[in-house]
């Protein structure tokens, strides 16, 4: 395959230069990295940074879970699938209802809860795409 | 040009805002920057990349003057929920909580509140006075910049935002470069090679800046916000908000300090708010009769923070205008707006279309004039906005990011390069990584790649010209300096060495 030189291109303008560039200072870095955590010590025990140790970091790893489960479903899954607003409407609800819910509650007292829930879910769903669609023009997914 | 040429132009500037619709934009914008920044979890950078989607229709003007009435209420907001909740409402106002929450428990939440509107009022009146003196200057300066300067330029602009972002500066130049990387992804401006993109098309097209934005600064917020625990409001108790004249006239060395350190700040490229605040705040204790009130409801301390950053929001906007490098990372975002819509800001903005500039000021000042209006009658129904829980707040902030994202170009693939830049943002601030040279890296990417190849073509693969050309030289020798001070063990030796001397 001949290449750009071959077809009378500068050397100099060479695609890959300045990935080269770029390529080069992050390897460097990364091994001044690498070199000082094994110096402070990374290689002696466990301590890493993100292990989780008590009760509220694994309440809050779950809530981060959840959060990405449910942004991934929206973006990946329901956009596309059914209208716009329907999707808000559906994703807005379950984020509330699921980060909301209480344990050991009767369905009495979830009436409510859910309800707002599903309230501002239909709000948010239509609200969002009226002022989008028809206020600013802009073309929705 | 001389003075009443530029009187005349920003006499013209103020009479071309001054139609009803124009207005109502002003304070809808204005309100809703100051919403976005008192709330937590939503930062001045996503609102300003929102809007840009928002704004995407409108007429140039209008739409740079929208975002930059949410760039400045943003940055204004953020002290709100810093006071009352002791939670800074943007990483900006972080440094307010240190004096604003001491006096707010002290049942003094209004005073500080009317301390923080002052501040924040002159702080931006100064840097915008600041833009309309030494953009011109600069601007010419600019234009004796060739392609070994403006490389340097990209450069310091990440070895800076890497040093001085907070936080490690080695992560930060990994951030920065990270960043750079990334901008090389898709077809170069040489000869349309498609890097990186393995054959997918959509990659060929590159990275879309406000995406990548939007993912970095919005989805990682929200699944930050969603990690860490609920907040709770401690005060709701307020008195007067009105400012007390007794304030500016004590605390004038402050205020003319805070503002020039803010400016300076927002002139250094993607440094931002945060830093102008705290380098602002640590200034005005050193000079301080009253050092010992510092951290314990200081009124000198909460006006020095507050008038540094939002002195900052028009300082970061100067190299913008003159080298089309942003000063901060909402600045970034207003620089990709400025192009989207066809504005050229950079070297020839001041040959071309000078009065582009008396424009910004003139919205810099109406933005400013506006944030003291609200700042003085919207204090209890701010507070009601704070009340919202997170729950019900973010699922609507990551619908927003959703169409912020495929709005502009209309492709589901930006959506899902917002969705990766969220879940990297997030890790990359899990490990302690700045945002803001990574987001720098992305827009300095083209300039850098641009400038390099055109200087290494020019002089055949010599690379002396990056080293010897006078202005060149100069800031290569500062972004060496920058790198070296970085490493503790040679700056602890230099420290010494003067103590000793």
Known sequence: MPTFTDKGASLFLAPGIVPGFYGSVLTLLALVLAARSIWRGALRGDKGVGAASGAGDRAGLLRLAIAIVLCLVFAVGLIGLVPFWVAVALFVTSFIVIFEWQPGLGAGARVRPVGTAILQGMIAGLLVTYVFQEVFFVRLP | MNVFDNLQMLGAAFASFASPMILFNVFWATLLGIVIGAMPGLTATMGVALMTTLTYTMAPNSAILVLICIYVGAIYGGSRSAILLNIPGTPASACSTLDGFPLARQGLAGRAMGISTTGSWLGTLFGTMCVALFTPVLGELSLSFGSYEFFWVAVFGIVIAGTLSGGDPLKGYIAGFLGLFVAAIGQETNHNFPRFSFGIKDLEGGIGLLPALVGAFGVAEVLQVMRGPAFKVVSSKVDSVIPRIGDIVRYWRTILRSGAIGTFIG?????????????????????????????????????????????CVPGAIIPVLTLAVPGSAPAAVLLAAMLIHGLNPGPLLMVNTPEFLYQIVAMLIIADMTKLFFGLTLVKPLLWILLVPRERLMPVVFVLCTV??????????????????????????????????????????????????????LSAGDITPFFTRPISGIIAAITLLSILWSIPAVSRRVILLFQRV
């Not at chain 2, 000079?287 to 314990?296: F, M, N, P, V």
């Open chain 2, 404 to 457: 912020g994202a495929f709005a502009i170009t209309s492709r589901v693939f930006d959506i899902y390069v917002m969705l990766a830049f969220g879940l990297v943002g997030f890790v990359l601030r899990e490990l302690k990584f700045p945002m803001a040279p990574l987001i720098l890296g992305l827009v300095l990417g083209e300039l850098l790649d641009k400038n390099l190849l055109r200087g290494l073509n």
């Open chain 2, 267 to 311: 002139i250094m490229p993607g440094l931002g708010e945060d830093t102008a605040a705290w380098t602002s705040y640590a200034a005005a204790r050193r000079a301080s009769k009253e050092r010992e009130k510092y951290g314990k409801g200081s009124v000198e301390g909460l006006m020095a923070a507050e008038t540094g950053e939002s002195a």
